[in-house]
Every structure is written in C-alpha cells, then in structure tokens.
C-alpha cells in the first residue's frame, strides 16, 4: 500500500512542475492533435517546422555544471528529435544558466531533481512560485511548447529494423525505447501533453510507472554523484553543448 500511494504521490510532484495557464489547446488544424504521429524523418521535420521548433538530427552532448561540479549529458536526438532539440537550443541559448533546482524529491524513496524554470533566474520571484514557469520566446513575446513525443519500443538488434512512428501529443501504453531508467534526463509537464517547455527532471532512481506519460530525452553519462547531491534551491551555475551543436537544426 505504501509503494502504491508513494507513486500516486510523486506523480502529482511532476506533474506539478508546470503552470496550467498559458498552454497551448489542441485543434484539428494542429499538428499536436490528439494522436498525430511521424512515420517518417520527413514528417518530425515538417511538424518542428510548422510549429517553428528547433529539432536534432543525431546526439549531442551538454556539460551542466553546478556547486563547480561538472555533469554530462548525452542528449538523444534519434528518438526524440523535437525535445532534444528545443534542450540543446535553450541551453545554447542561456536559458538555464542561473536557474534553480526547486523540487528535489529523495525521501522517503529516491525520486527526481527538477529544475531549469527561466524565471527562477529572478530572485525577487517568490519561492511560492518556481515551478510555473515557461521559456518566453524574445521575437513572439510568447511561450514555447513542444508536442509530448514518445517513440514505442523497437529491436535495435533485427537486421534492417525499422523503428517504430513517434507518437506525439497522446500518452501511450505500450513500452518506451526512452525509459525512466536511473539518471535519464525527461521534460516536466503540466496535466496537458503538449504543456512541456523548459522543465526538466534528472531520475534518482528507475520510474517505470512514468514510462510512456513523460518524454524521456538523453541520460547523464558523467557525474550522476553530482545530481545526487543537489539540493533544492541549488543553481545551475552554466550549462554548455560541447560536441554535436551541428545536428541542431532550427
């Protein structure tokens, strides 16, 4: 019984993590329509386009660093090429340096550490409300959103394998090829699928009651013990892309 109310716990926790004003609605004429998929490379990139967001075309490889400590990321690009890419803009961009970490969840079991809301950067924003903001657009004054983008389970091992549509905007129940593995990297959300934007949360421990509800987008290769000892209200102190910048494509 325990086990079971700490997951109906900690799923309110992220889901928590993002304001519900503001987000964009669903219509017909959206390409995040309820159930839209991309069969092809082709479709990923006219979807990034005609929702002007950037996308990556491969891997990439971010270096955060926090307490002076440094923790790499491998950003995932293959299967999740629209919120690996709108990561790898916002970091090259400046976004999160500066930003809090103002959720740490370690007890009573291991769960994640969420950070990187852009208005954190702002010390005279009350504690109260971290966790509600979104990445602005400067040119549109308006908030970026990327579509909920989860690609089903595939064998990467059968010759010739094709890997299965990426399914945006729907939770879906079958198997994730990204799971809530220990030390993932996915995007925060609010109770709306396409309602993810600069958010993000490290995993401290496997989530696989998360699996396929949240879009998982690289993992930590280096300095897990970093993201272990974060404390809620420590800083992002700078956060660098420094190899694969070229697989960004906007």
């Given at each position: ?162 890997p299965p549509a990426i399914i ?83």
């Open positions: 019984m325990r086990k079971i109310l700490f997951k109906i716990v900690v799923s309110l926790v992220i889901i928590a993590g993002i304001g519900l004003s503001g987000c964009q609605q669903l219509n017909a004429n959206n390409p995040q329509t309820e159930g839209a998929t991309a069969e092809t490379t082709d479709n990923t990139i006219r979807i990034a386009k005609e929702m002007k967001l950037p996308r990556l075309e491969g891997k990439a490889t971010v270096v955060m660093k926090v307490n002076g400590r440094s923790i790499t990321i491998e950003v995932d690009g293959y299967n999740a090429p629209i919120t690996a890419g709108n990561f790898v803009d916002l970091v090259q961009k400046g976004v999160y340096n500066g930003t809090v970490f103002h959720r740490v969840v370690k007890e009573p079991q291991p769960f994640v550490v969420q950070g990187g809301d852009p208005q954190s950067t702002n010390p005279n924003i009350p504690v109260s409300r971290l966790g509600t903001g979104s990445y602005i657009d400067p040119q549109t004054k308006q908030p970026r959103y990327i579509p909920l983008e989860i690609r089903p389970e595939y064998d990467e091992t059968e010759e010739g394998a094709t945006y905007s729907r939770i879906i129940d079958e198997p994730p090829e990204l799971k809530h593995e220990y030390g993932v990297i996915a995007m925060a959300r609010s109770q709306m699928p396409d309602s993810a934007s600069a958010q993000f949360y490290f995993t401290l421990a496997p989530l696989p009651f998360l699996d396929g509800k949240y879009a998982v987008f690289g993992r930590v290769v280096d300095g897990m013990d970093v993201v272990e000892s974060i404390k809620q209200g420590d800083r992002i102190e700078s956060a660098e892309v420094i190899a694969g910048i070229e697989n960004l494509k906007r």
